[in-house]
């Protein structure tokens, strides 16, 4: 509640000051600061940087042209149609957790219906441990990302860079992607900082606090928070993220890491069995040969 009170306000007056942003002054700050790195850098006095940095609005302005506009409006509208589906399926979903020992009963009754009990007592189980290991990693993870998010605002804040409150909400909200996440969110940040204000140093310094912030979370905070949620090594996340992402896009870098870890779980008992088994086969074996030999 009292992040909701003190940053709000501030997130609503960075979206009022996007839209009276001066252009001419970003274009002209950036080709000062090109003309300043050549003067002060020998070495630069044979490169054209004046024609680079101008290329390079010349493609920047041609891509807000009116030919792309069409395109533009397409992808925002394709972006509110998704926002709209995400927002309709958030409000189903709390019809669905308010009536969810009414569907729990439902559904164990069909899949007792359909499957042995063997078979079902296996299906409820892991089930049961998806509930258990995505509750544990998706609330770990929101709170991982909340923690994140401030530090985020409080150390963009301090670096004065343009529009800190939005970008530490893109930081915090992007955070929930393990790995990839804060990088997502910082990459913005980084251009944000070098085109508003004009001086690469600044932008320079922007991420290399996004990087140190993405290691202080992936080697300490997130470990710390999320504890025995997720029992897999780095390199299976890994693998399970680049897999999720390929299929399932957003969906899936969100519930690959507890699906992984389910898994893992699975495997792990499934090995277990087969040893044990193949032990006893064994020990048959050998008390058969043993008195085979006797004999």
Known sequence: ??????????????????????????????????????????????VDLMGLSQDILKNVTNYFSTNNINNIVQSILGLT???YAYLMGFIVSIYLIVSKEELFKATNKFFEAILNERQF???????????????????????DSLIIGIIAFFGLWILKVPFYSLL?????????????????????????????????????VCGLFVLVLQQFDGLY???????????????????????????????????????AATFKEGFDEFYKYRMKKKAVFQKKEYLRNKQSESE
């Open 81 to 83: 149609s998704s926002v």
């Open 221 to 259: 905070l997130g470990p710390k928070i999320l504890g025995k949620a997720v029992k897999i090594s780095s390199v299976w996340v890994l693998i399970a993220i680049i897999i999720g992402g390929a299929l399932f896009r957003v969906t899936g870098l969100l519930l690959c890491v507890p699906f």
């Open 121 to 143: 007592v296996i299906t409820k189980k892991y089930f049961l441990l998806f509930e258990k290991t995505f509750k544990r990693f998706f609330f770990g993870k929101m709170l």
């Open 1 to 46: 509640y009292l992040v909701y009170v003190l940053i709000s306000p501030i997130i609503i007056d960075n979206f009022f000051k996007i839209g009276h942003l001066d252009v001419n002054n970003i274009i002209n700050g950036l080709q000062s600061f090109f003309i300043d790195l050549q003067t002060n850098i020998r070495i630069l006095n044979n």
């Open 168 to 204: 530490a909400l893109l930081i915090g909200i992007t955070n929930m992607i393990p790995y990839f996440g804060p990088f997502i969110g910082g990459i913005p940040a980084v251009i944000v900082t070098l085109f508003i204000t004009g001086n690469p140093i600044n932008a320079l």
